[in-house]
């Protein structure tokens, strides 16, 4: 952000290896992004290193990460995007919902 840009992290697959989810939490950690976005089982995986997902495709609905969204965006002051059937956005005190979505955009 030093030069005001916003920065938008999507960490595709994290949760499916340690590798993934350990360079993804180094991204957030050293860049400090202004909004995380993921599927549910990805944002899971953020907070829960023991979570784990099948690649880019989540094992979890929209709805059962929520908390993890909101505790990951008070410990790293991002916005946090879920994306699924019904897309929720949380700044970990309001939570926003996008309906419209489909049972197979996990």
């Not at 180094?26 to 290193?49: F, Q, W, Y």
């Not at 916005?79 to 419209?100: L, Q």
């Amino acid at each position: 952000m030093r030069r005001g840009i916003p920065i938008i992290l999507d960490p595709v697959g994290v949760g499916a290896t340690s590798q993934r989810t350990e360079a993804a939490v180094k991204i957030i950690n050293i860049c400090h992004p202004t909004i995380i976005r993921g599927n549910a089982s990805e944002i899971m995986a953020l907070v829960d290193a023991s979570v784990k997902s099948k690649g880019v495709d989540s094992c979890a609905s929209s709805n059962d990460a929520l908390d993890s969204a909101k505790r990951l965006a008070k410990e790293t002051g991002a916005v946090v995007v879920i994306s699924g059937e019904t897309d929720y956005i949380t700044d970990g005190e309001t939570i926003h919902t996008v309906d419209g979505g489909d049972p197979i955009m996990t």
